[in-house]
């Protein structure tokens, strides 16, 4: 852990039980310092501003998501169903627990730090999805020639549409649904 890793997660500690506690509005970098035992100064060499602060706090708390994505991923059989296996996981709450929770308690508020959640957040996104994908080709399963970058965006836009524009076609809480789903329109292209 680097000398910096320590005073980063002390932070977005502080951040998220300010969060917690005060909400988005009342949560300011002057308690967040505060709560973390740091000067505004120091606080301000890690998080140029307040939304950058509430997208890493957010962030954080999705790595538990993650973890848990990545054993269900793991465990299903196929490429389509390690899609499908996601998507169950991720339509109840897309955005994360405490984002769920800073959303309903503060609509307005949340909507003006969700851009750089959704900036931050994507990168995460395409890497967890370019990993499967080279998985994938790795187990035969994909195309060897597939173009992993292309293909990787690809499938994040084709998750991201599932979970935010659910449509007739498919039931986005059943992994069979999406699967069968899955396999005739996306896997055609991919194999």
């Excluded at 969060?19 to 606080?43: D, K, N, P, Q």
Aim: hydrophobic residues 50%.
């Amino acid at each position: 852990m680097s000398q910096e890793q320590p005073a980063r997660e002390r932070i977005l500690d502080a951040a998220e039980s300010c969060l917690r506690e005060l909400g988005i509005r009342r949560t300011t970098m002057a308690t967040v310092a505060e709560t973390a035992g740091i000067s505004r100064a120091w606080l301000y060499r890690h998080f140029p501003g307040k939304a950058t602060l509430v997208a890493a706090a957010l962030i954080r708390r999705d790595e538990e998501f993650w973890r848990e994505a990545q054993e269900a991923v793991d465990a299903a059989p196929g490429f389509a169903a390690k899609i499908a296996a996601a998507l169950v996981m991720t339509v109840p709450d897309p955005l994360g627990p405490l984002a769920v929770e800073l959303r309903q308690r503060e609509p307005e508020a949340f909507a003006a730090v969700i851009g750089n959640y959704v900036e931050d957040v994507m990168p995460g996104l395409s890497w967890f999805w370019r990993r499967q994908i080279e998985a994938g080709i790795e187990a035969g399963e994909l195309r060897a020639d597939l173009d992993v970058a292309g293909a990787t965006e690809w499938v994040l836009r084709i998750v991201v549409s599932l979970v935010h524009l659910p449509g007739a076609a498919v039931d986005v809480t059943d992994a069979a649904s999406l699967t069968r789903y899955l396999d005739t329109y996306l896997m055609p292209a991919l194999v």
